[in-house]
């Protein structure tokens, strides 16, 4: 599983100087303990949760009012509360810095490149505040959106937060069933779009499906122009105006912000959907920023002027992850549109060029890159890149070694993993621990992580489902339209009682660290043994012939026989020399339980917007049974390939 030296390990200077080893310092002062090790702050930091989350609040300036308490009924994780008489405002604390210097930097492609300043940032959330408070966004009320990963959508979502009403967003690249499968829930105030995207170098048209899906939601457009015509299409909406248009009528003025409780919604975000509509997962402003201060600041080691890249679109919950860095004062990178054009080099000129301390991206983007054969450590100067983070799926052995290979050889990779569910990582990088091939560094510092076997018992050195034994602040405030809370203790706390079962199926490693197997319910069962879908991934995506690949359990006999799906280089064809490798691959890589029982070419696999493959709606389509929304994958059509499979019926 793992190497025998580490990849990389920290400098004196980090163990020392970094962000995690002096708040380390402070809190075993603060708490008359010695922390000698990351284990033991961790260790406090799960124990004592009230005196950890107060002691980031104070670490990060948060602004607002703590109260006297910082976490009541603590032993229940659906009753516990953290800082209940606690009340801020989440835009006042991203828009605390002012200046010239570069908030947000944007690229959409080769197309359009501009930057805001922190009064610019400042100015335009300042007329969006007041263009939307005479609206009557207020409280509470949803605004959504449907939007490029640009300036202007941040703008938005501070503007709304600031006067306390819920954010939530999705790509353009969404169908139009997609978008109001998300927003038909939760029926929103606004509804804000732009004209048309960029997308390896072709201009997409979205003007219908605003139309359509303006038409469905009653409610204002607000037009965003980027890439076409926004006053046309805001002249042919009902009741459709153009942002300059929605701000023209307000000078800029110093911010107002409402400070409201803790678990006051922030942010709807929804689950994949692919197994039927959408869950809408309601995160608190509270919750949301205080776990992204500690894994910004602590974590990854941000501090202000740092710039900060994660490649990500608004329909990924990597997008709210990354808006928050705007409150330690780092300056966002934004991109908008494909890393692969016009050639693979696209995002490491950009990383040069504007200087990235942190680069995160998919692993998906990770195997793509080596295996398109860029070697971005011979061709870009990365110097200032300290971390580079990679999540999605679980990334491979061979990834960890082609970033240091490839990419650069002191940088510190961290593989994260959480998702959605949290808004944020339970297992993530640690800048005071070795990085080892192919590990997951290990838990979040105020998560208390743990892999439990079918009997709910912690185990070690097996494979197990990923849990978190306490609560923490970014969890959900609810579900919405779940009005006695049965959705949300369906999707976690049915397992196992008054734990959060997440739904990673993992395993602890000899160095303390986590390796993510896939989703515990895509778990293969071939004879009654576990197999996670990664372990064979990471076999089979070595082979130069295979693009990517994709397994499932199919029903079988009266027992679960695995199938694996690959997607060959332009030109290969599946022939029983190349069967024969993969087979022999798999057996000496992995075992022999790993071997498929069946290996099928077919010309597409079928993920999320995203980029997930999704491994349930194909054993859906496999198995004859319908699949309930298709409108959250990427590329539909692609399910047409595994229906009705010959090879399958023997």
């Given amino acids: 599983m793992t190497s025998e030296l580490p990849l990389w390990e920290p400098s004196q200077d980090i163990l020392t100087k970094s962000p995690m080893a002096l708040f380390m310092k402070a809190a075993g002062a603060a708490a008359a303990r010695d922390f000698e090790t990351y284990d033991d702050l961790h260790a406090w930091s799960v124990a004592d949760r009230g005196a950890f989350w107060t002691a980031i609040w104070d670490r990060c300036d948060v602004i607002g009012d703590k109260g006297q308490v910082a976490l009541e009924n603590g032993d229940d994780m659906l009753a516990a509360r953290f800082f209940p008489e606690g009340r801020l405002n989440f835009a006042e604390n991203l828009l605390r810095k002012t200046g010239a210097g570069d908030a947000i930097i944007f690229r959409g492609e080769d197309k359009v490149s501009y930057r805001w300043s922190w009064d610019d940032l400042r100015a335009r959330v300042s007329r969006l505040q007041q263009a939307f408070a005479a609206m009557g966004i207020g409280e509470g009320d949803r605004v959504a959106a449907m939007m490029p990963n640009m300036p202007e959508t941040i703008a938005a979502m501070l503007a709304a937060a600031s006067l306390g009403a819920i954010w939530s967003s999705c790509s353009p690249d969404f169908g139009e069933q997609g978008v109001l499968d998300r927003f038909g829930q939760i029926e929103p105030k606004l509804f804000i779009a732009c004209d048309a995207y960029w997308y390896a170098g072709k201009l997409q048209d979205v003007s219908g499906k605003v139309k359509a899906v303006a038409a469905k939601l009653g409610v204002p457009v607000l037009v965003v ?11 042919a909406l009902p009741d459709g105006r153009t942002l300059d248009a929605l701000m023209a009528p307000f000078e800029a003025r110093p911010l107002e912000f409402t400070r409201l409780p803790f678990r006051h919604p922030l942010y709807i975000l929804f689950s994949s959907g692919t197994t039927g509509v959408p869950k809408c997962i309601v995160h608190s402003a509270g919750g949301t920023l205080l776990q992204h201060l500690k894994e910004h600041h602590l974590h990854c080691g941000l501090v202000e ?132 091939r192919g590990e997951i560094q290990g838990p979040g510092l105020g998560l208390a992580m743990d892999v439990w076997n079918e009997d709910g018992q912690p185990v070690r050195g097996e494979k197990g489902e990923l849990v978190c034994t306490r609560a923490f602040p970014s969890m959900p405030v609810m579900f919405w ?124 696999i079928p993920r999320t917007k995203s980029g997930k493959i999704v491994e349930l709606a194909v054993r859906e389509v496999v198995h004859g049974r319908p699949v309930k929304n298709k409108e959250a994958l990427a590329n539909p059509e692609a399910l047409d390939l595994f229906a009705d499979l010959a090879t399958l019926k023997s």
Wanted: overall charge negative.
């Fill in 225 to 235: 122009h980027y890439a076409g015509d926004a006053e046309a299409l805001a002249a």
């Fill in 305 to 436: 002027n740092d710039r900060l890249f994660y490649f990500t679109t608004c329909g990924w919950m990597m997008w709210n992850w990354l808006v928050s860095g705007l409150a330690l004062g780092t300056t966002l990178c934004l991109f908008d549109g494909s890393p692969f054009h016009p050639d693979g080099n696209v995002l490491f000129d950009y990383a040069q060029d504007e200087r990235f301390a942190v680069f995160g991206t998919s692993a998906k983007y990770i195997d793509a890159v080596r295996k398109g054969g860029f070697t971005p450590r011979t061709t870009h100067d990365l110097s200032s890149l300290r971390l580079l983070t990679s999540t999605g799926s679980p990334l491979s052995p061979e990834g960890f070694s082609f970033v240091y290979e490839g990419i650069k050889p002191d940088v510190q990779l961290a593989s994260i993993s959480g998702g959605t569910d949290i808004v944020s990582c339970f297992v993530l990088g640690i800048p005071l621990k070795p990085v080892w």
């Fill in 481 to 604: 339209n779940d009005p006695d809370g049965a959705k949300y203790k369906a999707a976690y706390f049915e397992r196992f009682d008054n734990i959060w079962c997440h739904g990673d199926f993992a395993e602890w490693t000899s160095h303390g660290g986590i390796v993510i197997h896939g989703r515990s319910d895509a778990t293969l069962n071939p004879g009654g043994v576990r197999i996670g879908t990664a372990e064979i991934y990471n076999q089979v995506e070595q082979l130069e012939e295979i693009v990517e690949a994709l397994c499932i359990g199919q029903d079988w006999d009266d027992d679960v026989r695995v199938v694996l799906f690959v997607r060959l280089v332009p030109g290969r064809v599946l022939d029983e020399a190349l069967e024969k490798t993969i087979r022999t691959k798999i057996r000496t890589g992995a075992s022999p339980r790993h071997v498929p029982a069946k290996i099928i070419q077919v010309a597409d």
